[in-house]
């Protein structure tokens, strides 16, 4: 899987556990054990801390908090205004009470967002109610309560976290539209209408300068959330991906993402014809370097001769850890002698070096070559012959690289 290729990884738990249960093997040593763990337990962190903060700053609670303030400033700049037109004193009253209903709204949801689904309850209560005033004290039909009408509409559907939530509420909004125009067609005696043309204008005027500059936030604050919440998304995602593709100690690739490449230059071979070789190396007389010295040099030889074998290739090359202290390299468009060549260095480079870790020791590697030929079925078949031929070389003494024969076709 190339880092390039864009998974969306819907439940990182379960991908941390996959993580730390696959990279487990026969020959995993204590130290490394312990290691591994870590790093499957953090990828599993890594969800948790996202989930909280998508859930902590979710579009909806956002969304509320602008709304209440909105509604509050509005409020209190629409006072004087309605002063000035002379409005009825019922729509002080409803306008200051709707200021200390949302100041008290976002006091408990700014302190506390348990209390969210009841904030969202209330605001969406007072915001009907003032509707239902409005309409009787604004003119009804004539006045600017249908266009406040539309914006309570968006801002519903919003806060909507379920569908069965959303239908109640616009059927609850159908509901209270035909029953106000059913009081303005049959009951108009009821509804008080404005004074003069001018307050009218005024406050209709008003209602539409609002109700844009709501959408506008709320578009606004939707686009702008989106793109953060995608973006850290994005890079946890990033995160996750290097931990499920990364052998912890040694920082190669695990054996899952190699067999990947593998079936990639597998398939690019039965496509296009592009030859490629493996090399499959192992530590030789690991288990006695583990019990005469211990796991922790063991995992220091290892991260050791990793970072000697990497340093040796191309960049388009693959090397990952296979298991335990095998390493499978490929070597893309490389022919048989090349890659025999190449592992020869490598290993020369590994045993000329004396290592204080083991007392002035030398660690030397064991390696088998083999390279795709016309026929081949499947990739497997590949690692298995590299496999033979690491054994052959064990055989012969160690400290040898063994390769596959060339068979004409």
């Not at 009907?128 to 009804?140: E, P, Q, R």
């Not at 029953?179 to 209602?207: E, K, P």
């Not at 083999?370 to 070389?393: F, R």
Request: hydrophobic residues 45%.
């Amino acid at each position: 899987m190339a880092l390039t290729e864009r998974i969306y990884i819907l439940d990182v738990s379960t991908l941390g556990k996959t993580f730390y249960a696959s990279s487990l093997t026969p020959q995993l040593q204590s130290s490394e054990y312990s290691q591994r763990r870590l790093e499957g337990e953090n990828s599993m962190k890594l969800l948790s801390k996202l989930k909280t903060n998508i859930r902590n700053e979710a579009f909806d609670y956002v969304i509320f908090l602008y709304s209440c303030t909105f509604f509050i400033v509005v409020s209190i700049i629409t006072l004087p205004i309605d002063y000035l037109l002379g409005a009825p004193w019922i729509i002080y009253a409803i306008q200051f009470f709707s200021i200390i209903l949302n100041c008290f709204f976002l006091y408990i949801t700014t302190h506390d967002q348990k209390w969210i689904v009841f904030t969202k309850i209330g605001f969406l209560i007072n915001l009907y109610l003032l509707f239902v005033c409005m309409w009787f004290f604004g003119g009804g039909i004539n006045g600017p309560t249908l266009t406040y009408f539309v914006l309570m509409l968006g801002l519903s559907i919003m806060f909507s976290d379920t569908v069965r939530l959303l239908i109640i509420l616009i059927c609850l909004n159908v509901i209270i539209v035909i029953s106000l125009l059913y009081t303005n067609l049959f009951m108009s005696y009821a509804i008080a209408d404005y004074s003069n043309q001018i307050s009218r204008v005024v406050d209709i005027a008003i209602s539409y300068i609002v109700s844009a500059l709501i959408v506008t936030l709320v578009t606004h604050i939707v686009l702008t959330d989106y793109k953060r919440l995608s973006k850290e998304l994005l890079v946890e995602q990033q995160k996750l991906e290097h931990l499920s593709s990364t052998d912890p100690l040694t920082q190669l690739w695990n054996r899952r993402y190699i067999e990947h490449q593998l079936n990639k230059e597998f398939s690019n071979f039965q496509r296009k014809g592009n030859l490629f070789c493996i090399v499959m190396i192992d530590v030789d007389l690991f288990k006695s370097v583990n019990d005469t010295f211990g796991h922790d040099i063991g995992d220091k030889i290892l991260v050791y001769v990793a970072q000697v074998l990497k340093s040796s290739l191309r960049i388009s090359d693959s090397i990952s850890r296979y298991g335990g202290e095998e390493f499978l390299i490929i070597l893309p468009d490389t022919s048989i002698d090349e890659a025999v060549n190449l592992a020869e260095r490598m290993r020369l480079s590994i045993n000329q070096e004396q290592l204080e870790i083991l007392g002035g020791g030398k660690v030397s590697i064991s390696g088998g070559v083999a390279t795709i030929q016309k026929g081949a079925k499947t990739a497997e078949e590949l690692v298995k012959t590299a496999d033979s031929m690491l054994y052959k070389a064990k055989s012969q003494g160690r400290n040898k690289i063994a390769w596959q024969p060339i068979v004409d076709h």
